[in-house]
T-cell receptor, first 117, second 119 residues
């Protein structure tokens, strides 16, 4: 049963500290999404990668957030420095993009619950 | 611009009764539509999607959704609710008219509707 995995599942940190969240997409999926979920804003798309290249990160605060895919099996989302307003659940999702095909369903990981104090 | 609305924050239904979770959309062209479910402390799970064809789409766990172009709606339904269906449900849309295959599969999600099924 292929799944998206995320680590850590929970992270509590102090304001100003660096936070790194990791995601392992489903093997064979060539697209990765990072979302943030809060009660106030709902589900927001932060960044999107295809074949490890960033296609859109317009939803991400550029001054403190960065997203990368060092290889096809690992995506990272980093916050430096972290702030209390970054407290949220961060989800990674992956999908099998095929050029010209209709949109596919995205497979979500369990999320990382981040609390910044 | 594409958008989706879920007018109900919460839907309450008794076990065994039919349930409907509402979703309306706005796109410039024809839509791709999705329903996802989120159980507590879990990520979103895909339920079903409408791409083209039959307006009644069947999905996982006995759920189905009806695409209604004239009413720009894509309501989620189930004939007989279970207590285990209690969760947060999200509708999402992508506009077919988004040009160019940049591969950008951005979905716009609704705010979610909490379904509570009582025993």
């Amino acid at each position: 049963d292929a799944r998206v995995t995320q680590t850590p599942r929970h992270k509590v940190t102090e304001m100003g500290q660096e936070v790194t969240m990791r995601c392992q997409p489903i093997l064979g999926h060539n697209t990765v999404f990072w979302y943030r979920q809060t009660m106030m804003q709902g589900l927001e798309l932060l960044a999107y990668f295809r074949n490890r290249a960033p296609l859109d990160d317009s939803g991400m605060p550029k001054d403190r957030f960065s997203a990368e895919m060092p290889d096809a099996t690992l995506a990272t989302l980093k916050i430096q420095p972290s702030e209390p307003r970054d407290s949220a659940v961060y989800f990674c999702a992956s999908g099998p993009h095929v050029v010209g095909a209709p949109p596919y369903e995205q497979y979500f990981g369990p999320g990382t619950r981040l609390t910044v104090t | 611009a594409q958008s989706v609305a879920q007018p109900e924050d919460q839907v309450n239904v008794a076990e065994g009764n039919p349930l409907t979770v509402k979703c309306t959309y706005s796109v410039s062209g024809n839509p791709y539509l999705f329903w996802y479910v989120q159980y507590p402390n879990r990520g979103l799970q895909f339920l079903l999607k409408y791409i083209t064809g039959d307006n009644l789409v069947k999905g996982s766990y006995g759920f189905e959704a009806e695409f209604n172009k004239s009413q720009t709606s894509f309501h989620l339904k189930k004939p007989s609710a279970l207590v285990s269906d209690s969760a947060l449900y999200f509708c999402a849309v992508r506009d077919m008219q988004v040009k160019g295959d940049t591969g950008f599969q951005k979905l716009v999600f609704g705010t979610g509707t909490r379904l509570l099924v009582s025993p």
